[in-house]
């Protein structure tokens, strides 16, 4: 009997190995290869193994075409931050490849202008775990202005399903995707039903009332009512996030019968450096009690402002955050943030993806995540305050 042209016992080093080669050394079907190499939790130790020796001893490299066109499937979920890594120019020459090294003072240069958008990086730790548990490869595009739309729509054509951060792509092109593949949408502004827009999945966090319990901390725990005592660090005039955390904030001031229109707004747009000097341009007016930021990073740009000024915290200015970042912990003083579970939103956002293209007439997901008020040092609790 002739053996199939792609198969023996080890595969010729002038042929590139196959998958029956792969099953063949380790005593396997191909079916247990691919289950080793897409879902390795699935399969006992020993044959998963068994099958990776086998794949590192041949030099066996899965063809991600082949199984697009076997399958009509990728196995590459796509994440997409339009913009969230954008560089601008520098004026800084570019770095000599010849390698060395540049002794720089650094005491005076404050906070980096393009800091790390730790957020992100959160929610997409996230996602590759959960798209490695659930045998996915995880793709990631970014882009900015005009070019985010193209993106999207290219990246749309070399996955299976796409998570979308809401509002960073225009409506059209994410109902033109949403009937080729899945589409779930990660935040969103308030809605009054259960059902998420334009018949997608969804998965946010639960942004107003975690901005609500902090503002009531601040207003009535602390008592900071007087008009004016509290500014707002906004985030985006376009962020889905941003307009839920302002939704809280009018709630717990309404609660607390604070004027809203008494609240001034500077915009930090969720960057450290844009939030500095949104804050000191402020304080060269005034001093508030409170600075209440819609992310941790405008936090770190207010903190940087007051810290220039001398102000102390929380002695002469109480200053809260959200998102929870880990560099919260580690500020002088420790800040008072709403923590998100960043990562499990991304986890959440795959594992919706996944779930729609195992069972595409399943029911809409509206899934919200909780939050946690974590109360340090920066907006002390009432019974600890100074």
């Known amino acids: 009997m002739a053996r199939h042209p792609s198969r023996g016992a080890s595969a010729d080093e002038d ?13 396997v079907s191909i079916a247990t290869v691919s289950r080793v190499l897409r879902t390795p939790d699935a399969v006992r130790e020993a044959t998963r193994a068994r099958v990776l020796d086998a794949v590192r001893d041949l030099g066996y490299v899965p063809s991600g075409n082949a199984r697009a066109l ?16 954008a560089l601008e120019e520098q004026d800084r020459p570019a770095p000599d490849p010849g390698g060395g090294v540049r002794v720089v003072d650094d005491r005076r240069r404050g906070a980096a202008p393009h800091s790390p958008n730790l957020y992100f990086d959160e929610v997409l730790r996230g996602a590759e775990v959960e ?3 659930r045998g996915f490869a995880l793709m990631v595009a970014a882009g900015r202005g005009p070019a985010r739309d193209v993106i999207v729509n290219d990246i749309a054509g070399r996955v299976d399903g796409l998570a979308v951060l809401a509002r960073t792509v225009s409506d059209d092109l994410l109902t033109h995707v949403a009937r080729r593949l899945p589409v779930v949408l990660l935040a969103d502004a308030a809605r009054t ?10 998965v946010s966090v639960d942004n107003a009332a975690g901005m609500q319990a902090l503002v009531t901390h601040v207003v009535q725990g602390l008592g900071v009512r007087d008009p004016g005592s509290v500014v707002y660090v906004a985030g985006p005039a376009d962020s889905p996030d941003d307009a839920e955390r302002q939704r809280g904030l009018f709630a717990a001031l309404d609660a607390a019968g604070v004027d809203r229109s008494a609240v001034p707004h500077v915009r930090g747009d969720f960057r450290r450096d844009t939030a500095d000097r949104a804050v000191t341009d402020l304080l060269a007016q005034r001093v508030p009690r409170a600075l209440v930021c819609a992310n941790d990073q405008s936090a770190l740009g207010a903190l940087d402002a007051l810290r220039r000024r001398g102000l102390r ?6 200053v809260t955050g959200f998102d929870g970042l880990d560099v ?4 002088e003083p420790p800040l008072t943030t709403v923590a998100q579970p960043m990562a499990e939103l991304g986890r959440a956002a795959v594992r919706a993806v996944v779930d729609r293209l195992s069972d595409p007439g399943a029911p809409l997901l509206s899934a919200r995540l909780p939050v946690e008020v974590l109360l340090r040092e920066s907006c002390p609790p009432v019974d600890t305050r100074m």
């Open 193 to 202: 039903g259960a059902e998420p827009p334009d018949g997608l999945d969804h």
């Open 70 to 85: 076997a399958g009509r499937k990728t196995g590459v979920i796509g994440l997409c931050f339009p913009g969230h890594d």
């Open 313 to 318: 915290v929380p002695d002469d200015v109480y």
């Open 328 to 331: 919260g912990r580690f500020t």
């Open 131 to 133: 798209a490695w548990r």
């Open 15 to 27: 042929r590139t190995p196959t998958v029956y080669d792969v099953a063949d050394r380790a005593s």
